[in-house]
């Protein structure tokens, strides 16, 4: 079974709108919940994380995202799109408690229509 | 603080050939990863490294694909010989430990194609 999904291979907002990227992931997997983005040609930048404490998780350029536990959830959403944000998302878990092996969803690409 | 360092950023060979990437990660960081990345997919760790030890290398093809990190500090992936299904961007990562909050920092990877 896949340790993440990630619905939606492509995403498309206006400027100014809300954006919303789902993620879902197994609920055999410890409760260690990543994003990343990647613009062309470069490499991946953490967003924000999940480990423990809050379940809202605010991160960088005004993103956040809230651990569901019940529907094992980690939805990223930013209330208003830049257009700076086009890139490629991705959710990332850690499969051990042990060992900090990230495992990656198929990511999602967000375009951001002026 | 200086990010993770790969090179080199682009290379191009002929399938049978082989090649070499570099990585150089942050000053500290015990753990590093080689993940592979094909276009329209996310990354795949192939190998893990805590300090000069292989902790996980259970999706890396043997067969062709083979890493070091001989000192605990830089390491190299080496494809030999390299099939035309091995394009991909190859993604250098570490971490400061391998406990599982850890934040991994990447590099800006080296793109390989094999024609």
């Known amino acids: 079974a896949q340790s993440v999904t990630q619905l939606g291979s492509h995403v498309s907002v206006s400027e100014g709108a809300l954006v919303l990227l789902r993620c879902n992931y197994s609920?055999?997997?410890?409760?260690?919940l990543f994003w990343y983005v990647q613009y062309p040609n470069q490499g991946l930048q953490l967003l924000l994380k999940y480990t423990t404490g809050a379940t809202l998780v605010k991160g960088i350029n005004g993103f956040e995202a809230e651990f569901k536990k019940s529907e094992t959830s980690f939805h990223l959403t930013k209330p208003s799109a830049h257009m700076s944000d086009a890139a490629e998302y991705f959710c990332a878990v850690i499969r051990s408690y042990t060992g900090n092996q990230f495992y990656f969803g198929t990511g999602t690409s967000l375009t951001v229509i002026p | 603080e200086a990010g993770v360092a790969q090179s080199p950023r682009y290379k191009i060979i002929e399938k049978r050939q082989s090649v070499a990437f570099w990585c150089n990660p942050i000053?500290?960081?015990?753990?590093l990863y080689w993940y592979q990345q094909i276009l329209g997919q996310g990354p795949k760790l192939l190998i893990q490294?805590?300090?000069?030890?292989?902790?996980?290398d259970s999706q890396l093809p043997k067969d062709r694909f083979s890493a070091e990190r001989l000192k605990g500090v830089d390491s190299t992936l080496k494809i030999q010989p390299a099939k035309l299904e091995d394009s991909a961007v190859y993604l250098c990562?570490?971490?400061?430990?391998?406990?599982?909050?850890?934040?991994?920092?990447f590099g800006q990877g080296t793109r390989l194609t094999v024609v």
């Open positions: 490294f805590q300090n000069n030890g292989v902790v996980d």
């Open positions: 609920s055999s997997v410890p409760p260690y």
């Open positions: 990562a570490s971490s400061l430990d391998m406990r599982g909050n850890t934040e991994a920092f």
């Open positions: 000053s500290g960081h015990a753990t």
